[in-house]
């Protein structure tokens, strides 16, 4: 595809839904990122994919936050039981090489929990 | 971990202006980029400048690692410059930290 793409755009839960989101990233690009950014900050970094290894998680806040990307390229972002503060932009990125040199981003999807 | 400071926080410009944004990091960066993300919230990977100096177009960017700071050039801004731009560090092995951003409005 032209660039990453995620899905939903939005989505609104009542506290306690588990969600998925889902990240497309550009085809072939090895390293996958997945941020969290609440309004008026920088992106938060949750967790790291080169492939299908997650080989960082340590930004993930808590254990209901599970992220996977079984096959290298597609990626989903599970959170369950969701919380109000989980409430916040998720943005999916991906890049060509090992290190992460020149992210893309994807539009992102922004949760809502009522 | 790294911290990464930018300012100024904000900045309002008249359209024609020139600025400079500045990015300080607390330590050895890697895999320095600069990110513009734009009113509708897309962000978009202006530079990617571990050192040296790049220019692309009305921006150009310079990183001086031995003194752990980036700068951002931008000239003869435009109101579709206006946004959030972000400096990040990492990737890789290395967890990535963004700056908060330098919030700039361009006025006619």
């Known amino acids: 595809g032209a660039g990453v793409s995620q899905s939903p755009r939005y989505k609104v839960a009542k506290r306690g839904q588990d969600v998925a989101l889902r990240c497309d990233p550009i085809?072939?690009?090895?390293?996958l990122f997945w941020y969290q950014q609440a309004l008026g900050q920088g992106p938060e970094f949750l967790t790291y994919?080169?492939?299908?290894?997650?080989?960082?998680k340590s930004g993930l806040p808590s254990d209901r936050f599970f992220a996977e990307r079984p096959e290298g390229s597609v990626s989903t972002l599970k959170i369950q039981r969701t919380q109000q503060e989980d409430s916040a932009v998720y943005l999916c990125?991906?890049?060509?090489?090992?290190?992460?040199?020149?992210?893309?981003f994807g539009p992102g999807t922004r949760l809502l929990v009522l | 971990g790294i911290q990464v400071e930018q300012s100024p926080p904000d900045l309002i410009l008249q359209e024609g202006a020139n600025s400079t944004l500045r990015c300080n990091f607390s330590?050895?960066?890697?895999?320095l980029q600069w990110f513009h993300q734009n009113p509708w919230g897309q962000l978009i990977n202006l530079f990617y400048?571990?050192?040296g100096t790049k220019q692309n177009g009305r921006l150009s960017a310079t990183t001086v690692a031995t003194e752990r700071y980036s700068l951002l050039y931008i000239s003869s801004s435009q109101t579709t410059d206006s946004g959030v731009y972000f400096c990040?560090?990492?990737?890789?092995?290395?967890?990535?930290?963004f700056g908060i951003g330098t919030k700039l409005q361009v006025i006619p």
């Open positions: 330590d050895s960066v890697n895999n």
């Open positions: 990040a560090q990492g990737g890789g092995y290395q967890k990535v930290t």
């Open positions: 994919f080169q492939n299908e290894a997650q080989l960082d």
């Open positions: 400048i571990p050192s």
């Open positions: 990125a991906s890049s060509l090489t090992r290190t992460g040199e020149t992210q893309y």
């Open positions: 085809s072939g690009h090895v390293s």
